[in-house]
């Protein structure tokens, strides 16, 4: 049986890298599991601006945590970034959408506690 695929989203990958208590018990089996769960790279550019511009204290060595992690990574693509504009607008964040995006195309579930992703028509948990 093929293990279920994830994508997860930025807030749960830094709650994942800090241990945070708001990591819900389900999220937290679903990184423990031998799911695959994929880390965008519009998230870890998202985090390297807000790191950038001091509006988040994140890990600077992402690209060799989070593999350490058991993150798998996806890249974007233009498959992804074409995507974005056949997305209602329920949601204006740039990254979440190419995430909304991301998952669709891929057929993934999103790991998210955004409450706006529930406006898609992607699995979200």
Same mark, same amino acid.
């Given at each position: 049986? +093929?293990?279920?695929? @994830? &994508? *997860?989203?930025?807030h749960i990958i830094l709650w994942s =890298?800090?241990?945070d208590k708001r990591l819900k018990t389900r999220y937290r089996e679903i990184l423990a599991s031998e799911a695959k769960v994929f880390v965008s790279a519009a998230s870890v550019?998202? =985090?390297? =601006?807000?790191?950038?511009?001091?509006?988040?204290?994140?890990? *600077?060595?992402?690209t060799t945590l989070l593999p350490r992690m058991r993150f798998a990574p996806l890249p974007v693509t #233009?498959?992804? *970034?074409e995507a974005i504009a056949? #997305?209602?607008? *329920?949601?204006?964040?740039p990254f979440d959408r190419l995430l909304i995006a991301q998952a669709q195309?891929?057929? &993934? +579930? #999103?790991?998210?506690?955004?409450? @706006?992703?529930?406006?898609y028509s992607i699995p979200v948990i």
């Open positions: 049986m +093929t293990p279920f695929r @994830y &994508l *997860a989203d930025t =890298i800090s241990d550019w998202e =985090i390297a =601006i807000k790191r950038a511009s001091g509006k988040l204290k994140a890990p *600077a060595n992402l #233009l498959q992804h *970034a056949h #997305l209602p607008a *329920a949601h204006g964040d195309t891929e057929e &993934l +579930t #999103l790991l998210s506690e955004d409450r @706006y992703f529930t406006s």
